[in-house]
């Protein structure tokens, strides 16, 4: 899979962020292995507006580009690790549905056999 941007709106990315963020996305790289090389993940993380000290302003941008389909997930939470980990949880999913539905259209069997 090729990461081929990740963004910091509003706030620096530090090193650690980085690394969390690979570190996260680790198994949406094990669910993308059918789809090498065209696979394409665009990761933006960041503060919503610099001036709110409550609330959920943190956000997690993913968007995912496969054949055939592109799936995007986001999320806003009062901490930036866990957006990131709501976010990776929910592009997960759907690749995991999008996946199974492919499976699933193999399994079918075609008209002209019937």
């Known amino acids: 899979m090729n990461i081929a941007a990740i963004k910091g709106m509003n706030l620096d990315l530090t090193d650690a962020i980085k690394d ?18 065209s696979a394409s993940l665009e990761i933006e993380v960041g503060k ?25 997930a ?17 592009l997960r999913r759907q690749l995991k549905d999008h996946k199974e539905k492919l499976k699933d259209a193999k399994k079918q069997p075609r008209p002209d056999k019937m």
């Open 20 to 37: 969390y963020i690979n570190k996260r996305i680790s198994s949406i790289e094990k669910l993308c292995s059918g789809f090498e090389p």
């Open 48 to 72: 919503d507006t610099e001036h709110h000290n409550k609330g959920a302003h943190f956000r997690c941008s993913m968007n995912l580009s496969i054949p055939g389909i592109k799936l995007h």
């Open 74 to 90: 986001n999320n806003h939470h009062e901490d930036l690790y866990a957006s990131i980990d709501a976010t990776q949880e929910d």
